[in-house]
């Protein structure tokens, strides 16, 4: 007599595998969540180096930049002593000159408090390299200045305070920095100064003003520009660009960001970018906009050294 033996089961989902699989679920999604809104926004600081050789650069010794952007100073994102841990770990770099790129002021709904320019300029006025402190304003040196945006009259206050603080403001000029045979620093204001409505602004950024200085030797040129859209309008003449502004998406998965701050998407989203025998380095940058979350693409001080 042959006897069937019962079909083989899966286990069977009870109630108290399901509470410990949901469990499971909250603690991953409460991981993720600390990770994007507190540890890697707040807490995280990286040095994002890039090794190029440029054109023309002849005899020249090799010149070591360290880029600051996107700083959207405020509590409890970036308070007072993280930007001067920040201010420490740049000049811990040794860079020949330190390049600010814009967005100091920050401000979005989560916000507990805005700090005063002042207080977080004289933290910036810490940086110190050989060939000196560059500026170029972003957007928000613009937004975040009311009379400025009421009258569409004047320059941001913050521009004197960054001046008072030893900065070479370059808003749509040039410099010539004395190193080796010379080497011409350029900058751009933002494209974005005045909000108009809706996604409409009006920009204050001259390219053409900024490179004229260029007309007068061969030497290379490296502009700062807030707004990596500017890569669009450079030529070739150019040999480097340096962008912030898009903060990488501040959520990256795979090389790929979901939402970025250029109307050309993913195409400037992050990194170098060569194009047509221009380069383009856009820093992810250091602070936050919009939302309190960093996932992907830690806060970054970029170091570029060139020969």
Not at 52 to 78: F, K, Q, Y
Request: a positive charge.
């Amino acid at each position: 007599m042959t006897s069937s033996l019962p079909a083989e089961r899966g286990p069977l989902l009870t109630r108290r595998s399901l509470l410990e699989g949901s469990a499971a679920l909250l603690a991953g999604g409460v991981a993720v969540a600390s990770f994007g809104l507190v540890i890697e926004p707040s807490l995280l600081l990286t040095v994002r180096e890039y090794r190029l050789s440029l054109p023309g650069w002849g005899a020249r010794p090799p010149l070591t930049l360290c880029v600051i952007t996107d700083l959207h100073a405020n509590e409890p994102w970036m308070p007072l002593d993280r930007i001067r841990r920040i201010v420490a770990t740049a000049n811990a770099l040794q860079p020949d000159a330190h390049l600010l790129l814009g967005d100091i002021p920050g401000h979005f709904p989560w916000v507990r408090r805005r700090l005063p320019m002042p207080e977080v300029v004289e933290a910036l006025a810490g940086l110190h390299a050989p060939l000196g402190k560059f500026a170029v304003p972003g957007n928000h040196e613009w937004w975040d200045d009311p009379e400025v945006q009421l009258t569409r009259r004047g320059v941001p206050a913050l521009f004197g305070l960054l001046r008072g603080a030893g900065f070479t403001l370059l808003a749509n000029g040039a410099v010539r920095l004395p190193h080796g045979d010379g080497v011409w620093l350029c900058g751009t204001d933002s494209m974005l100064a005045f909000r108009l409505g809706r996604r409409r602004f009006v920009g204050v950024d001259n390219l053409q003003a900024a490179l004229a200085p260029l007309a007068a030797d061969d030497a290379p040129a490296i502009l700062m520009a807030h707004e990596p859209d500017q890569f669009v309008n450079v030529p070739r003449r150019v040999a480097l660009t340096l962008s912030g502004h898009t903060h990488g998406g501040q959520v990256r998965i795979l090389g790929w960001s979901p939402v970025v701050g250029s109307r050309y998407g993913n195409r400037f989203a992050y990194g170098l970018v060569e194009e047509a025998g221009r380069r383009l380095i856009v820093s992810g940058g250091l602070g936050c906009s919009v939302f309190p979350i960093r996932f992907g693409v830690a806060p970054e001080l970029v170091l570029v050294r060139l020969s």
